[in-house]
C-alpha cells in the first residue's frame, strides 16, 4: 500500500483527537486437524497448534502499534467451530476442552477468543449436542472463551429446536453467574447468517472455508465520524452521506496498513479488514451521538432507523472504495452497554426494545449487549431470538442477539459489566408469553428470498 505523508498526518490527528483504534487484530486458526479418537491427545493438540500460531501476536502487534503510533486495543484468536471436534466426546469433555482454549488465551495473554460454537441452523450433529449441552457451564468456568451459534441463514430458514434450547441455555448461563449480574451472557451471541471472518467477540469464529490461519482486523472510529459530521452543520443528507464515506474511507486506509504489518510480522495472511463502527463508553464515541447530529434529538425518536440506514451504506460504500478486502459484518454496531447515547436513550425513554430489534433491520448486526430484567423467561428469550433470526433471515442479512437476563435486576436498574462491556439500564419486557409459539418446535421454511439459483 502506498500511503502519502498527508494520510500519515490525519491519521494521527484522527488517533490524537478522535479516537481513532485498531479495535482488535483476530488470528483464526483451524483446528480440525486437532480431532483424535483419544480425548487428551485432541487437547494437547488443539493446544499445541493455537499457540504455535499465535503466541507471537500480542508482542507483533504492540510492535506495530508502537511503529505506526496506532492503538491496537484488543489482540484476539478465532478458532475452528469447536462443536466439529466433538463428535465422540461427552458434556464433560467438552467443557474440558473449554478450559484448554481459556487456558491458550491466557498463556498468550489474549482477552478472548472465539469459536466455542455451533452451526445448526438447519440441523444438529451428536457433536452440536454435546456443545450445547456443554455451554452455559462451559462459560461460566472460563474467562476469555466467547461461544456462538447459528440458527438460521436465508438458504435454510430457522431451526426452533435449538432457538428453543438457546433461551433455556441463556437462563441457565446468567443463573450460574448470579453474582457477577448474569456476565457469563455476555460472550455468547446467537447468529442468523453468521460470517466466517468476523474478527469481533463475541461472535468471531474461523469459518471451514477458511484457510489454516489468518488475521483478520477490525477497525472502529465513530468518534472520527462524529467529528467529521460536526464540520458541516448544515449539508443536507446526501452530502452527509458524502462525508461519512469519505471519512471511512481514511479511516479503512489506515487500517489496512496496520493490519496487513501485523499479518507481515507473523507470516500468515491477510484476510479482511471490518469496518464496524463499534462505540465504546469514551466521550464522543458513540454511534447513537452520530445519528443525533445528522438531526434525530435522541436516538430511537422517528428517523432514527433512516439515519441508521443512511450511515450504515455510507460505511459500506467508503470502506468498499478504500480497500478490496473489507469483509466480516461492516457498518455500524449498536451495543447498547457500550454506547453512552444509547444508554442515555434508554434512560430518556426514547429508546425502547422494540425500536432496536427494528434497528437491526438496517445495522450491521442485531440486538446487542443489552440487559434485560431477570423475570425474563427462557421462552421469551426464545421469541426474541425468533424474531431477530426472521429478520436477518428474510432480509439476507447477519443479525444476531447477545442479551443479558439479569438475575433479581428490575427495569431501570442499572448494572455495571466493566471495561469494553460497559454498564447497562435494565429493559423490560413484553409481559405476554411467548410459550405456546417457542414450544411447537420445528424448522421455520426458508423464505422465497432463498431460491436464487
Do not use: W
Request: hydrophobic residues 45%; proline residues 4%.
Amino acid at each position: 500500500m502506498n500511503i502519502g505523508l498527508d494520510e500519515i498526518t490525519e491519521t494521527v490527528r484522527m488517533v490524537q483527537m478522535e479516537n481513532l483504534d485498531i479495535r482488535t487484530v483476530t488470528i483464526g486458526i483451524d483446528l480440525k486437524d486437532c480431532a483424535d479418537a483419544d480425548f487428551s491427545a485432541m487437547q494437547t493438540r488443539v493446544y499445541d497448534k493455537i499457540v504455535s500460531y499465535a503466541k507471537n501476536l500480542k508482542p507483533y502487534a504492540e510492535q506495530v502499534e508502537k511503529e505506526y503510533g496506532v492503538p491496537i486495543i484488543n489482540k484476539r484468536i478465532a478458532v475452528t467451530p469447536i462443536s466439529e471436534l466433538l463428535g465422540n466426546a461427552t458434556r464433560e469433555q467438552a467443557i474440558e476442552l473449554a478450559k484448554t482454549l481459556d487456558k491458550a488465551a491466557a498463556d498468550i495473554g489474549v482477552d478472548f477468543i472465539g469459536g466455542y460454537s455451533a452451526l445448526v441452523h438447519k440441523g444438529v450433529t451428536k457433536g452440536d449436542q454435546v456443545l450445547l449441552d456443554s455451554l452455559a457451564e462451559a462459560l461460566t468456568v472460563t474467562d476469555r472463551v466467547c461461544a456462538s451459534i447459528s440458527v438460521a441463514t436465508t438458504r435454510t430458514g430457522i431451526n426452533m429446536d435449538v432457538v428453543k434450547q438457546m433461551g433455556t441455555i441463556i437462563k441457565e448461563a446468567s443463573e450460574n453467574t448470579r453474582d457477577q449480574d448474569g456476565i457469563a451472557c455476555a460472550k455468547l451471541v446467537v447468529f442468523s447468517n453468521p460470517v466466517e471472518d468476523n474478527p469481533f467477540m463475541a461472535g468471531a469464529f474461523h469459518g471451514t472455508g477458511e484457510g489454516d490461519a489468518v488475521l483478520n482486523v477490525g477497525v472502529s472510529g465513530p468518534g472520527v465520524v462524529l467529528n467529521a459530521l460536526k464540520k458541516h452543520p448544515e449539508a443536507d443528507l446526501g452530502e452527509v452521506s458524502q462525508v461519512i464515506k469519505k471519512t471511512v474511507f481514511k479511516i479503512t486506509r489506515a487500517g489496512e496498513l496496520v493490519g496487513r504489518a501485523v499479518a507481515d510480522q507473523l507470516d500468515v495472511p491477510f484476510g479482511i479488514l471490518d469496518l464496524s463502527l463499534a462505540p465504546t463508553n469514551a466521550l464522543n464515541d458513540s454511534v447513537a451521538e452520530i445519528l443525533e447530529e445528522i438531526g434525530v434529538e435522541r436516538v430511537g425518536t422517528h428517523g432514527t432507523i433512516a439515519a441508521l440506514a443512511l450511515m450504515n451504506d455510507a460505511v459500506k460504500k467508503g470502506g468498499a472504495m478504500a480497500s478490496s478486502y473489507v469483509g466480516g459484518l461492516s457498518g455500524a454496531f449498536i451495543p447498547v452497554s457500550e454506547d453512552n447515547g444509547m444508554i442515555q436513550g434508554v434512560n430518556d425513554g426514547s429508546l425502547t426494545l422494540p425500536k432496536l430489534e427494528a434497528m437491526t433491520c438496517v445495522c450491521s448486526v442485531g440486538l446487542d449487549m443489552i440487559a434485560l430484567s431477570g423475570e425474563a423467561s427462557a421462552e421469551t428469550l426464545s421469541g426474541i431470538i425468533a424474531d431477530e433470526a426472521a429478520i436477518g433471515m428474510i432480509n439476507k442479512k447477519t443479525t444476531a442477539v447477545r442479551v443479558i437476563p439479569v438475575p433479581d435486576k428490575e427495569e431501570g436498574t442499572m448494572v455495571e459489566f466493566g471495561g469494553l462491556l460497559g454498564r447497562a439500564p435494565v429493559m423490560g419486557v413484553n409481559p405476554f408469553s411467548s410459550e405456546g409459539f417457542v414450544k411447537r418446535g420445528g424448522r421455520i421454511p426458508a423464505p422465497l428470498q432463498s431460491l436464487i439459483n
